[in-house]
């Protein structure tokens, strides 16, 4: 036999019990289908993950917030300072080697109209230095510049969700809005926040909101004297948060002679934390999933040994005549081990083929759709024919010792 007679027997093989092979892909069909899957879900789930985690704005974030005086002591003592005001940004903007940007916000509750709808919402004083800090960006029209805060331009970015109640599906730029018994004009609104495996009370209250710029808030509404309500630091020092903590502490508390009148919250050192323990359950998944196919992948490979037992015994009759008439050992085990290998790979192709159709028709239920983990469909189907070889070895083995007058004797 030569190999260019070896490949076409056993494809003969297969093709002639199409039924008894169809039950032997079986196993690997959905073994291998459901790794392409399970892999492809579980990174479409991870992105989802940490997208909603990027789009809390928390990442390398702390809060700088106004603490209230505990006794009669400490109110006398915070009488020496008039909390936190805009130009702390600037103080803790000065750490430059520390600090990546500053934003200082000032938020109330205020009246909003617009035609006949009226509402309470909650109104956001800020810079534009919020964009950048916050991960907060428009989707329609644009952001505040340096100009609207020079001239306290009267100009507000919608939330999200107070677009569709005031204007509904109507492009609200360039319209008029009434805030406070005053008129301003929408120059933006803001990106839907959150997804269904990230999601916050706060994204509903910012969506529900509106932004306005800081210096317009402090001048027509609440007043240049007013403290601000928190100062959002962003740092890229993720290894050195304590340090940043304690710099940004020591800044402020020589700007307010000494008096603590603020507390650092250090929002980014629980966002780590939080990843973290995310981290640990994928990677617990990772494995649950992993045995899952690993066991369908092997229930797969005993069904191809107990098919390829099967199929020497129905062919001793040929095994013999093949050896009688020259067959060596050596190609009747490439033979079966053709077989075998043919069988496993036939069956990943086709469980690849319905892994990725199962992750094409599913990708629109998530936000970051369902990426395709190529180096998942390039273990599947390597495992696949690992498990050809492995359970294809002792049946070939077993038919290349027979001698050719036993082979025809049992048959």
């Known amino acids: 036999m030569i190999l260019s007679e070896i490949l076409p027997s056993g494809l003969v093989e297969i093709r002639h019990h199409k039924l008894r092979s169809f039950l032997t892909l079986i196993g690997i069909i959905l073994g291998t289908g459901s790794i392409i899957f399970m892999t492809s879900m579980l990174n479409g789930i991870i992105l989802s993950v940490w997208d909603g985690f990027s789009e809390l704005g928390y990442d390398g974030v702390m809060y700088v917030v106004s603490k209230a005086p505990k006794d009669s002591v400490e109110r006398a003592r915070f009488g020496l300072s008039v909390g936190l005001r805009p130009e702390d940004a600037d103080i803790i903007l000065a750490r430059k080697e520390l600090v990546e940007a500053v934003a200082p916000v000032q938020h109330g509750e205020l009246i909003f109209s617009s035609g006949s709808v009226r509402r309470e919402v ?118 050195s948060l304590s340090r940043v903590q304690a710099e940004i502490h020591a800044s402020l508390s020589a700007a307010h002679h000494g008096v603590n009148d603020f507390k650092i919250e250090n929002i980014a050192q629980e966002m780590l934390k939080q990843r973290d323990e995310v981290k640990d359950i994928i990677k617990n998944w990772q494995v649950v999933l992993g045995t899952i196919a690993a066991i369908s992948l092997l229930v797969g490979g005993i069904g191809l040994l107990s098919v390829m037992i099967i199929s020497i015994n129905e062919r001793l009759y040929e095994i013999g005549m093949r050896k009688a008439i020259g067959a060596s050992d050596p190609e009747i085990f490439v033979m079966f081990m053709v077989e075998s290998i043919t069988l496993a790979l036939t069956g990943a192709l086709i469980g690849v083929g319905v892994g990725l159709a199962l992750v094409k028709s599913l990708a629109g239920f998530f936000p970051s759709g369902l990426p395709i983990d190529w180096f998942g469909v390039a273990w599947a189907i390597g495992v696949a024919v690992t498990l050809g070889v492995t359970f294809g070895l002792y049946p070939a083995l077993k038919a290349s010792r027979m001698s050719p007058v036993e082979a025809m004797r049992a048959a």
Not at 141 to 146: C, L, V
Not at 172 to 194: A, D, Y
């Open 122 to 239: 909650r109104v956001y004083g800020v810079t534009p230095s919020y964009s950048p800090v916050r991960r907060r960006f428009v989707a329609l029209g644009r952001f505040f510049n340096d100009n609207d805060m020079r001239t306290f331009n009267r100009v507000c970015i919608l939330g999200h969700r107070l677009r569709y109640r005031l204007f509904g599906t109507a492009d609200p730029v360039g319209r008029e809005v009434t805030i406070g018994g005053s008129r301003f004009q929408v120059i933006g609104v803001g990106e839907k926040l959150g997804n269904q495996f990230v999601n916050d009370s706060d994204f509903i209250q910012e969506m529900e909101g509106a932004l306005i710029p800081l210096t317009t808030l402090r001048k027509y509404v609440t007043g240049v004297p007013a403290p601000i309500s928190y100062i959002a630091v962003k740092t890229t020092a993720f290894e």
